[in-house]
């Protein structure tokens, strides 16, 4: 069987303590830890940029897959290898240059990922796959934590069948909890992100017990 990745999320995260909180994680069991960019025009929330990934890569010590949800990205892809990232991730719908964007990663020596909004067929990607080491499947709009899981084992699955013996990830990205995570590995999936089902019942005083909802996925 296939062994599955947990790639815990902060954007659930203290942002007020993003160093102890990726330490936290990485010592109880991430085995990425994925950064949500966001530009507020691609999607209708704002996080951070360069210059906040290159301070979380001073603590990142597994893999630092940076999800790229802004439009234009091209703009902005040797800045986020410059700070660190290990997989950057463009939205295919984005902009109208997937292919170039996708080499524009590659050239930088990082691995490239490419994400499909819940609405965006697996047929979108079916010309880049040789250019692509991540296949990002949102399971929600992007834009939030917390949000409901959007059923798309139906494109894990035809995704699983177009990859064929190709060496790509497929992610899941939205709503995975210990109830959905057994639905997509099911159907195919490798890495599953989750920010509220790994950083949920914590508080100021106590931490959230990471180590336990990682395992729980
Ligand atoms: C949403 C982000 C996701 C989000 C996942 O736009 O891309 O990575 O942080 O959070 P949960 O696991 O809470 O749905
Ligand atoms: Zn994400």
Not at 37 to 44: E, S
Not at 106 to 119: E, Y
Not at 162 to 168: Q, V
Not at 169 to 194: F, K, M, R, S
């Amino acid at each position: 069987s296939r062994d599955i990745k947990i790639a815990p999320s902060i954007l659930s995260a203290d942002f007020a303590d993003f160093g102890r909180e990726i330490q936290a994680i990485e010592a109880q069991g991430a085995d990425w830890v994925h950064v949500d960019v966001m530009d507020g025009h691609f999607v209708p929330n704002l996080t951070f940029g360069p210059p906040a990934v290159a301070a979380f890569r001073k603590h990142v010590k597994t893999v630092m897959d940076v999800h790229l949800m802004i439009a234009p990205v091209d703009p902005y892809i040797e800045a986020f290898a410059e700070a660190g990232a290990d997989i950057i991730t463009a939205h295919v719908e984005a902009g109208p240059h997937i292919h170039r964007t996708l080499q524009a990663i590659r050239a930088t020596g990082k691995k490239a990922g490419v994400a499909l909004n819940p609405g965006t067929p697996a047929e979108a990607i079916a010309h880049v796959l040789d250019l692509t080491d991540l296949v990002c499947v949102m399971t929600v709009n992007p834009g939030f934590g917390g949000q409901k899981f959007i059923d798309m084992r139906d494109k894990i699955r035809s995704l699983r069948a177009m990859i064929g013996d190709r060496p790509i990830h497929i992610e899941i990205d939205g709503g995975v909890t210990q109830e959905t995570a057994p639905l997509v590995a099911e159907a195919g999936a490798d890495v599953l992100v989750a920010g509220s089902a790994v950083f949920k019942g914590g508080s100021v005083a106590t931490p959230a017990p990471y180590g336990e909802n990682i395992r729980a996925i």
